[in-house]
């Protein structure tokens, strides 16, 4: 089935780290892919997307994500996290026009 | 605020009972998805219309669910003899076309079943 995959469930950092959040799809032909995060309270809201042209996708807040195809990899990466970061984040991908799927979500705090 | 509303944001009901969310899309939107959210869990797709053809619904979509979108605008997402596993976080999000567009989702619909 197709599918978009987020290892990592928790993760922990203090201010100034960096973050990398993984995320791996398993469709075959042209895919758009997509990066929500969802802060305490608040509705899911959209940090980045890719639908062709640079793999290297910058979003908001200092965001950016690597579409990776050999890989079949989507991964998040910020290079200075905030404590204002800590949030669900979710990747989610479709293929074509279809029905957008997520994956189950990587929870991030970060203490000050 | 132009964004994605749902109403109620909070229901609390007694199993056996049905109850009806109410989604309003951005006003320029044509797609409309319905979504539900458990805890520690993504999102996971009920429904989809494009204007007020329902054109997929999902395998977990029960035959106690149905929703509807009259006239392609606001759509209504009803639950029948409401069961404890239904609680959960029902989703709206909107999108200008399918291909080329993102979501933008609602605050949602938390549902407490007792």
């Known amino acids: 089935a197709q599918s978009v995959s987020q290892h990592n469930h928790h993760v922990i950092l203090s201010e100034a780290a960096s973050l990398e959040l993984g995320c791996n799809y398993s469709y075959g032909g042209t895919v758009n892919l997509f990066w929500y995060v969802q802060y305490p309270g608040q509705h899911l809201q959209l940090l980045l997307k890719y639908f062709s042209g640079d793999p290297l996708v910058k979003g908001i807040k200092g965001f950016e994500a690597e579409f990776i195809k050999s890989k079949f990899s989507f991964n998040l990466r910020k290079p200075s996290v905030q404590w204002s970061d800590t949030a669900e984040y979710f990747c989610?991908?479709?293929?074509?026009?279809?029905?957008?799927?997520f994956g189950r979500g990587t929870s991030l705090i970060v203490h000050p | 605020d132009t964004g994605v509303s749902q109403d109620p944001r909070h229901k609390i009901t007694k199993r056996g009972q049905n109850v009806t969310f109410r989604c309003d899309p951005i006003s320029e939107h044509n797609h409309l998805y319905w979504y539900r959210q458990t805890l520690g869990q993504g999102p996971e797709f009920l429904t989809y219309?494009?204007?007020?053809?329902?054109?997929?619904k999902s395998r977990l979509l029960s035959d106690r669910f149905s929703a509807e979108r009259p006239k392609g605008s606001f759509s209504t997402l009803e639950i029948q003899r409401t069961e404890q596993g239904d609680s959960a976080m029902y989703l709206c999000a909107s999108s200008l076309d399918t291909a080329f567009y993102e979501q933008y989702f609602g605050p949602g619909t938390r549902l407490t079943v007792t």
């Open positions: 219309f494009q204007n007020e053809a329902q054109l997929e």
């Open positions: 989610a991908g479709r293929e074509g026009s279809y029905i957008p799927t």
